[in-house]
């Protein structure tokens, strides 16, 4: 146990350096203000489905991993939404905070494993899009009954992450780089254990706490029939109660 801890210490503390250089590079993507595409379609399919029921002035969204603050900042603009976010960069959560204006949000940095610092049914959405396949086994198990905790029942988790299902990246990383775990690698670049689900996995993971309403994957990961970009996919899921 006591060489787990330490190992995912030392994962938490590579990645920090490596999100930490990513942020400080003024031309890196992950510098864009726009909000996630796949987030824009959820707010539609929820607005569609519930009208302003859950995307409102008194809803509260938790982003777990939330880079510069974008999708915050979205549904904030968009919807009047509350919210905070969590990141393990420094660098990223200063620049959320500074684009983020006077906006009813705020952010902490810090790593999403271990509890979240939030009253239970709090929140009214949580956001873990691509975020929580850095965390081990023990601790995504962890992480999810953190969020079932601060959500409200009824509540919405959009979770988005990458899709093992018919993508050959995936299964090229899991054979060169294992990282112990079934379905985990080691990121060749940023050196850290990074987790790769099957939709299966996705159903057994969420169906106990969450009805899931949606799944959508994408479809540009070969092109004139090899493997092209990596696979992911994006999950509607409502708490149970």
Request: charge should be positive.
């Amino acid at each position: 146990m006591k060489r787990q801890i330490r190992e995912s210490g030392r994962n938490r503390g590579r990645g920090r350096a490596f999100w930490d250089k990513e942020y400080q590079n003024k031309n890196h993507i992950v510098l864009s203000s726009n909000p996630s595409e796949d987030l824009v379609k959820f707010t539609r399919w929820l607005t569609r489905q519930h009208g302003g029921a859950y995307l409102n002035k008194i809803a509260s969204v938790l982003d777990l991993g939330c880079g510069n603050g974008r999708n915050l900042i979205y549904l904030s603009q968009e919807f009047g939404c509350r919210g905070i976010g969590f990141d393990i960069s420094h660098e990223a959560t200063a620049q959320a905070t500074r684009l983020s204006g006077k906006l009813p949000l705020q952010y902490e940095t810090r790593s999403i494993a271990g509890p979240l610092s939030l009253p239970d049914e709090s929140q009214t959405i949580v956001l873990d899009m691509m975020t929580s396949h850095f965390l081990k086994e023990a601790e995504r198990k962890a992480l999810l009954d953190e969020i079932v905790r601060v959500l409200r029942p009824g509540g919405w988790l959009f979770f988005k992450t990458f899709l093992r299902d018919e993508d050959e990246h995936a299964e090229r990383l899991l054979r060169e780089h294992p990282a112990g775990e079934e379905g985990s690698y080691i990121h060749p670049l940023i050196g850290v254990s990074e987790h790769v689900f099957t939709e299966r996995e996705i159903y057994d993971f969420l169906g106990k706490d969450f009805t899931i309403h949606k799944i959508s994957k994408s479809h540009r990961h070969t092109r004139d029939g090899k493997a092209w970009k990596r696979r992911s996919v994006s999950v509607y899921a409502q708490k149970k109660g």
